[in-house]
């Protein structure tokens, strides 16, 4: 099983990101999909979640409006559109599949993502 961020990088206040999450190893289609996100020093935390067909969608308050989750069950990817970033955005974003009903899931190894002027 492999979950493999991408697309992190530097951006400044108000600009934009797109992360990828590219699966293997597992039927995508049947998994829910998470994005969550730590900051230096601070506890991870939820960020948004996609159901398995990709038709419903929540987010964290502080996100909800700037980000989008999305998925490509063809491609075995999970994507996150940042828009409109805060310099409060900034942290490793980890995506993260679990099997509905289920506890435990898979973890990616995380993309940087860095908000500064």
């Known amino acids: 099983v492999q979950l493999v961020e991408s697309g992190g990088g530097l951006v400044q206040p108000g600009g934009s990101l797109k992360l990828s999450c590219a699966a293997s190893?597992?039927?995508?289609?049947?998994?829910?999909m998470r994005w969550y996100r730590q900051a230096p020093g601070k506890e991870r935390e939820w960020v948004a979640t996609?159901?398995?067909?990709?038709?419903?969608?929540n987010y964290l308050d502080s996100a909800r409006g700037r980000f989008t989750i999305s998925r490509d069950n063809a491609k075995k990817t999970v994507y996150l559109q940042m828009n409109n970033m805060k310099t409060e955005d900034t942290a490793m974003y980890y995506c993260?599949?679990?099997?509905?009903?289920?506890?435990?899931?898979?973890w990616g190894q995380g993309t940087q993502v860095i908000v500064s002027s």
């Open positions: 993260h599949a679990r099997y509905p009903g289920h506890n435990d899931g898979y």
């Open positions: 996609i159901d398995t067909t990709g038709t419903r969608a």
């Open positions: 190893g597992f039927v995508f289609s049947n998994y829910n």
